[in-house]
Structure formats: C-alpha cells, structure tokens
C-alpha cells in the first residue's frame, strides 16, 4: 500500500498517507468544468476540499477503531474516504475477535457516514450565515465558483457513495460483517471484495457509455469512481490476506537458522567488521549460551562515531524480548513494535536457534501472503 502512497505526516498518533489516485482529482475538476476556463487555484481548492473532508473522515474510523481496542497505525486516504491501518494488538480467543470486529465495522461505517453529513450540515449553516442569498440547491452543486457550496455537497455526495456495497466503503464493511457471521474473515472479505469488483466494472463501463453519449462530466466521475473502488479493494483484500498470515504462520517457519552473532567482549571495530561480511542488519550478544542483548549495524557505527572503539556490552540493547519458536507472526509482530525493536531471539529450552528481524518479516511474509493465496485460488 504504502508503495504508491505519500507520506504526509502525523495527527494525533496517525500515520497520515495520501495514494497517487489523489492525483487524478485536479485533472478531474479540470474537465468536468470546461469548456469554460477553469481558474487553476479555484480548481485546486475543490481537491483540497476532497482531501480535508476524507482526512477528518478517515480520523473519525482511526478514533472508533481505538475505542475497539486496535489503534490505527496509519490512514490511507483515497478519492472515496481510503483505509485505517489497524496496529497489532495483544492476541484474543476467535470468538472475542469476530464479535469486536463486527461491533467495529458496523461503527466504523456509521462513523463515517455521520462524519460527512456533519460536515454538509456546518457548511450549510456557514453559507446561510456568510452568504444568505445563495441557494443551496441552485446547480451546479459542485464548483469552483462556490467553494462553500462545494464542501456541502462534496461531502453528501462522499457520504452517499459509501452507501454503496462495495468494500472497503462504508455500505461495503456492513456487508462483509454480514457475510462473516456464516464464514470467516478472509472469506468474507473476498465475498465483499468481488461484489466490489463487479460493481466498480458496472460503474467504469457506464462512464464510458456516458462518454459517447455526450454526458462528459457525469461519465468521467463514474469511471474515476469505478476505478477508485476497484483499488481500495484491492488495497483491502491484500491487508486482510496478509493479516490472515500473521495469525497463521508460526516462527519456525521463517526465522533465520544461519546467522551471526556477537560477544559482548567483541570490541565495536570488530563488530563492524563482522556486520561488513554479512546481510544482517541485527545481531544477538551471546555469552557462552546465554543471550545477553541485541545490537544493530547502525548502533555500532553510531557508538563508533560518538565514543570511539569500545566494546559491544556498552552499546548494546540489553532490553530482550524473547519468543518461542511455535508463536505466530503476529506475536512477533506485536513483541517488535511494543518496544520498537528490530531483532527478536526465538529460543527453544532457553537455547538461541533462530532469529527474526523486521528485514526477513517483511520479505518472508509478502512471499508467504502470495504463495498462500496461489494456492487458495487453485483450490
């Protein structure tokens, strides 16, 4: 996801990204107002529009999730509303977990619906007060000659898209709460995600018919809309897969059997010059056979740079958190980011036998999410 995402900062906690389909809104604006000659900065005040109005929406899904228990890591803001990141949280019975998560995308949605309505109805009663001769429902709804009736409508109009059963809007997470009470989650999500699909094709082909049937402004937000669904379902279907791994692949699996490590008598000279023969990025500090800390490349040059050649014990991370081999990724996922480590020791009988790091979780689980979904569509 975060691939063709912005950064765009923090609010509140929260990650902030914006996907390149945001891009499109200008060119968008652009068109569906000509042939007169749009005025640049008025255009680019409606996207800022958009933009704001699906930041505050999407902060409003990141609160309610925290209230359910499973703070937001980032938001992944789309055309349409966009995607809560949800963090990683302590490990619960299945049952506690389907139950919370219906509770959740049921609140979500409303959440979201309300958000926006919120919205219209402050911007109608900010345009009644500054500029009381001016319709609300004079045509066209949304221009760049009427900012303040455009957030009106900008925001009804986000609102009534996310009624539509298409995941992962709003109408699409109360359809998929309702096909989780017969399946689970993974099956569910594809149920929503291919009614999603279908639906996003419908749009894009009625886009185009509009096209030549002279209806321009209409057709291209149909197409625009169509293929924005079909993305944030995508994004959507992709999460929840890879969340599914998280739960369902255990250590042993994927944790790094052949690695280096380090003493903690090892002068940091030496230490680099270990780290400069190997891929790692992470090192367990062994004391004859017990573990005794964890240190990282950039740790070493760091130490090296500030205080000169000393010994691996002084700049070491003596904070471990250990995991046993038969845990879940999602375990470790929860142990790296609880304390923002980098490397956890998976033992066995208190004796080291593997590693994972943040570097292999990511490589090894985009390459398990695959190959698990291969196999799941063959069957």
């Known amino acids: 996801m975060r691939s063709w995402s912005i950064p765009a900062g923090r609010l509140f906690g929260v990650n902030v990204l914006i996907h390149l389909s945001f891009l499109f809104l200008f060119p968008v604006f652009w068109i569906t107002e000509m042939p007169a000659t749009p005025n640049p900065s008025r255009v680019m005040a409606l996207a800022l529009i958009v933009f704001f109005s699906v930041l505050l929406r999407q902060l409003a899904l990141a609160l309610v999730a925290s209230q359910h228990g499973t703070p937001a890591k980032a938001v992944i803001l789309l055309p349409s509303g966009g995607l809560v990141v949800l963090a990683e949280t302590a490990a619960v019975s299945a049952a506690a977990l389907a139950e919370r998560e219906d509770k959740r995308e049921w609140q979500m949605a409303i959440t979201g619906l309300l958000t926006n309505l919120v919205l219209a109805l402050i911007a109608a009663g900010a345009l009644r007060l500054l500029l009381p001769g001016m319709q609300i429902l004079a045509r066209p709804w949304v221009h760049s000659g009427s900012l303040l009736r455009s957030v009106i409508w900008i925001n009804v109009a986000l609102a009534g898209v996310n ?18 009470h017969n399946s689970s989650l993974v099956q569910a999500t594809r149920r929503a995600v291919s009614v999603a699909h279908s639906l996003a094709l419908v749009l894009m082909f009625l886009g185009m018919l509009l096209y030549f049937e002279a209806s ?27 969340q599914s791994v998280l739960e369902s692949v255990r250590l042993e699996e994927i944790m790094l059997t052949d690695f280096a490590t380090l003493s903690p008598a090892d002068t940091l000279e030496d230490a680099l010059s270990k780290a400069v023969h190997t891929l790692q990025d992470d090192f367990p500090v062994v004391r004859g056979s017990d573990l005794v800390g964890v240190i990282s490349r950039q740790a070493i040059v760091q130490s090296l740079r500030s205080q000169g050649n000393g010994y691996v ?16 990724l999602a375990s470790a996922f929860r142990k790296l980011t609880a304390r923002n480590l980098t490397l956890i020791p998976v033992v066995e009988e208190q004796k080291l036998v593997g590693i994972v790091t943040l570097q292999n979780l990511t490589h090894s689980m985009g390459l398990l999410a695959e190959s698990r979904k291969l196999r799941s569509e063959e069957s």
Do not use: C, H, N
């Open 163 to 180: 009624l539509l059963p298409a995941y992962p809007l709003d109408g699409g997470r109360m359809l998929r709460a309702l096909f989780a």
């Open 216 to 242: 321009r402004p209409v057709s291209v937000w149909l197409t625009m809309l169509g293929f924005v669904i079909f993305l944030g379902a995508q994004l959507e279907e992709r999460s929840v897969f890879f």
């Open 313 to 328: 014990q002084a700049a070491m991370d003596k904070i471990v958190e250990a995991a046993q081999k038969t845990e879940s």
